[in-house]
């Protein structure tokens, strides 16, 4: 084996990590959460645009509002989690880049002028920082349970603005009793790699 990073850590990162469906009523603090951000903001993004937006929904009132978003099967995982994080691509997030850029803070204007351009370039490297912000989640031994299942327009129009596309809805916690569906296959090495 090649890898340096410890078994165990490989373990609880990829290969014992699944999506859970269940969590025990155990709190995330906002400690583990800023734990969390701290590790995962130093995964690279093309020109260190960092548009990844993440709104904590705490409250119960916010949560009920956010579960009627929801698709009818995700509902009741989305109500019973200790903690779910909306997470979206800011838009605008080139109004940064002079300052996460500083090598070229020209850039902001010289590729990031046109709105369309933004968008594409937002949802891409939020979708990259969402990936990683799971494996942050593992890192911090609490499981997560990312769904795309919701009411897209719904869900920006109550809790964000025309300038974020939400991207996903991520459930956080311990794992509960029966919180994993059976690991699915995975295609093999040579189905994805290609050398030329």
């Given at each position: 084996?090649?890898?340096?990073?410890?078994?165990?850590?490989?373990d609880?990162?990829?290969?014992?990590?699944?999506?859970?469906n269940?969590?025990?009523?155990?709190?995330?603090t906002d400690?583990?959460v800023?734990a969390i951000?701290d590790l995962?903001?130093?995964?690279?993004?093309?020109?260190?645009?960092?548009?990844?937006?993440?709104?904590?929904?705490?409250?119960?009132?916010?949560?009920?509002?956010?579960?009627?978003?929801?698709?009818e099967?995700?509902?009741?995982?989305?109500a019973?989690?200790?903690?779910?994080?909306?997470l979206?691509?800011d838009?605008?997030?080139?109004?940064e880049?002079?300052?996460?850029?500083?090598?070229?803070?020209?850039?902001?204007?010289?590729?990031f002028?046109?709105?369309?351009?933004?968008?594409n370039?937002a949802?891409?490297?939020?979708a990259?920082q969402?990936?990683?912000?799971?494996?942050?989640?593992?890192?911090?031994?609490?499981a997560?349970?990312?769904?795309?299942?919701?009411?897209?327009?719904?869900?920006?129009k109550?809790?964000?603005?025309d300038?974020?596309?939400p991207l996903?809805?991520?459930n956080?916690?311990?794992?509960?009793?029966?919180?994993?569906?059976?690991?699915?296959?995975?295609?093999e090495?040579?189905?994805?790699?290609?050398?030329?």
């Amino acid at each position: 084996m090649s890898l340096v990073l410890d078994p165990a850590a490989q373990d609880l990162l990829f290969r014992e990590a699944r999506t859970a469906n269940t969590f025990t009523d155990e709190p995330v603090t906002d400690e583990q959460v800023q734990a969390i951000y701290d590790l995962v903001k130093y995964g690279p993004t093309a020109f260190n645009q960092t548009p990844l937006r993440i709104t904590l929904v705490r409250s119960p009132e916010a949560r009920e509002r956010l579960v009627r978003h929801m698709a009818e099967g995700n509902q009741p995982k989305t109500a019973a989690a200790p903690l779910v994080a909306i997470l979206s691509a800011d838009n605008e997030f080139h109004e940064e880049l002079p300052h996460l850029f500083p090598a070229m803070p020209q850039v902001k204007d010289l590729f990031f002028a046109e709105r369309p351009v933004r968008e594409n370039a937002a949802t891409l490297n939020a979708a990259l920082q969402a990936a990683y912000f799971i494996v942050g989640v593992r890192a911090a031994g609490l499981a997560a349970g990312p769904m795309t299942g919701f009411d897209f327009e719904g869900v920006r129009k109550e809790f964000l603005d025309d300038d974020h596309t939400p991207l996903m809805v991520v459930n956080i916690g311990r794992p509960g009793p029966d919180a994993w569906y059976p690991r699915s296959p995975r295609l093999e090495f040579d189905q994805v790699v290609t050398t030329v």
